[in-house]
């Protein structure tokens, strides 16, 4: 390993290098994430393969390709973690966040995030609260999450740097945890100490479509387009949020629209799960939605994430579900069903009791044998928050349910 320095970041955190370009690169990645821009990965790339004394970069790659879905055996993965084992005897810092990486690979994400925030505790280390952050919405887990989050609340003041940030994550957190009132406060008061802060405007979307605001939703996210549509980490998903609302108003034609604009940008798992939502959510609310189902299910038969997350597999099972003559269907469902199996680790156990009921009722729903359906989503409901993502992302299961129910009454009972 070269020579070590210690060298601040944005937070006035102690960062070990041999080059204080990593340094920079490593501030430079956390604006483009904050802001939702660009690539952060790719920013990193050439810091974490040429300083052999940096290895903070490398755990930020590592941990946000399995937030992602990246499977173990990805390459790229691989050497990440490789670089941030050998790099972590650098500093206290540097082994404390390698700890919380390799719980992670281990599949322990919610004793990750844990870790996460001890490594918080005491510091502004934004880092540790913002990957946290991120880990305890992959699990679903509001009430950490906004534990989490109120601590670094207390750590932090308006004159330290990356409080509007900490201030965003709250907003969010208050808000899947049903603090409505106080979410929408904490989120504005981010968003105008930074207006390109869009998880602050994420966090007031969510507070308007849990609490069916239809014109404050409508409003915050049409006045506020142009900035947002060009933050292109997330504006899948913001796009995903104006056709939820647009839903409400019955401009189903302008929802395929955005649909369809939005193929093209499907470069991402996550961003394919929008998608997939949208889609289900149309034909749920009785749309037409035409051929749209087997170009996307061919787009997801080329991802790799594949029953890593539970979230993934979820939206993955929409497309394949509707689309059986696609050869990579069976495969999937197959996986599906024996994913996680010989693993004791705590995701293991999501996609066994979670994902794997979950996608087999979209496939059962997908050929009208309700029955079936509401059996397997009643099965899921007790466990079902550790899908992860969001209360208004998983409402598609209870619309999927409350669905196949209609539909059994109106067969008088029968699938």
Not at 311 to 330: G, T, V
Request: proline share 4%; glycine share 6%.
């Amino acid at each position: 390993m070269s020579s070590a320095s210690s060298r601040p970041d944005a937070w006035r955190q102690p960062v070990a290098c041999a080059n204080a370009a990593s340094v920079e690169a490593w501030d430079e990645a956390w604006d483009l994430l904050l802001h939702f821009r660009g690539d952060p990965l790719a920013h990193l790339a050439e810091a974490n393969e040429a300083d052999q004394a940096f290895a903070l970069g490398s755990v930020f790659c590592a941990t946000y390709k399995v937030l992602g879905g990246a499977p173990p055996t990805d390459r790229s993965l691989q050497e990440e973690v490789a670089r941030a084992r050998e790099r972590s005897a650098a500093s206290e810092r540097e082994r404390r966040h390698w700890d919380g990486l390799q719980l992670m690979l281990a599949g322990e994400f919610s004793a990750a995030a844990a870790a996460w925030d001890e490594v918080a505790a005491g510091s502004n280390d934004l880092a540790a609260v913002r990957f946290a952050h991120d880990v305890y919405l992959h699990v679903g887990d509001a009430e950490a999450r906004l534990r989490s989050s109120r601590a670094a609340m207390q750590r932090w003041t308006k004159a330290d740097p990356g409080h509007n940030f900490v201030l965003s994550q709250y907003s969010f957190a208050l808000e899947e945890a049903g603090h409505f009132g106080q979410a929408e406060e904490v989120g504005w008061e981010a968003l105008d100490a930074d207006p390109d802060d869009l998880w602050a405007l994420h966090a007031l979307a969510h507070v308007y479509e849990s609490t069916n605001n239809r014109a404050a939703g409508l409003d915050l996210l049409k006045s506020r387009q142009d900035r947002w549509q060009t933050q292109d980490l997330l504006a899948v998903h913001m796009w995903w949020h104006l056709g939820l609302r647009l839903m409400v108003e019955g401009a189903f034609d302008e929802v395929l629209g955005i649909y369809d604009q939005l193929v093209p940008d499907a470069s991402t798992a996550f961003r394919m799960g929008d998608l997939s939502s949208l889609l289900w959510r149309l034909e749920l609310a009785g749309v037409d939605v035409g051929d749209r189902w087997e170009p996307l299910a061919a787009l997801w038969a080329k991802r790799p994430e594949r029953h890593t997350v539970a979230f993934l597999d979820l939206h993955a099972a929409f497309a394949f579900a509707r689309s059986p003559k696609e050869p990579q269907a069976a495969v999937f469902f197959a996986g599906a069903a024996k994913a996680g199996q010989g693993d004791t680790s705590e995701n293991a156990e999501t996609l066994r009791v979670v994902a794997r009921p979950a996608a087999q009722a979209m496939e059962r729903f997908a050929s009208a044998d309700y029955q079936a359906a509401v059996d397997l989503l009643d099965e899921v409901e007790p466990p079902g928050h550790r899908l992860g993502g969001s209360v208004a992302q998983r409402e598609i299961l209870q619309l999927t349910r409350a669905a196949a129910s209609e539909r059994l009454a109106a067969n008088g009972g029968a699938s």
